[in-house]
């Protein structure tokens, strides 16, 4: 699967689960550590679970190995990592805190 599938995988299993404000990144001329961010917000932690397992089957389903989970619902947060795609879930609170939509504004948003 190439880098672009994985990407509307990632927003489709998202989306599937109410995902809010769902924003795709490309990093890609700004670091090494991936190309893409995925960032979403739950409503709750239940919902940021959810979220996560609803990704993680989808890319199961492809053979798209996740190399590493990071966080915890029940810490407001997760990070899924597909090598060149991170997957950064958030409550709202939580969201707010890191500011990630900040600090990479200067990233190429993709629709």
């Not at 599938?5 to 990144?25: H, M, P, Q, R």
């Not at 979403?40 to 989808?58: F, K, P, T």
């Not at 990592?81 to 190429?108: C, G, K, P, S």
Request: proline share 1%; charged share 35%.
């Amino acid at each position: 699967m190439d880098i672009k599938e994985k990407v509307e995988v990632i927003k489709a299993a998202l989306i599937d689960k109410k995902a809010a404000d769902i924003n795709i990144l490309d990093i890609s001329e700004m670091t090494t550590i991936a190309e893409y961010f995925v960032i979403a917000s739950g409503g709750s932690r239940l919902q940021i679970e959810a979220l996560c397992d609803s990704v993680e089957e989808e890319m199961y389903k492809r053979n798209e190995p996740l190399k590493n989970r990071e966080g915890r619902a029940d810490g407001g947060w997760i990070l899924l990592d597909y090598d060149d795609v991170i997957v950064h879930l958030f409550t709202e609170e939580m969201r707010e805190f890191y500011d990630l939509d900040h600090t990479w504004r200067d990233a190429i948003k993709v629709e």
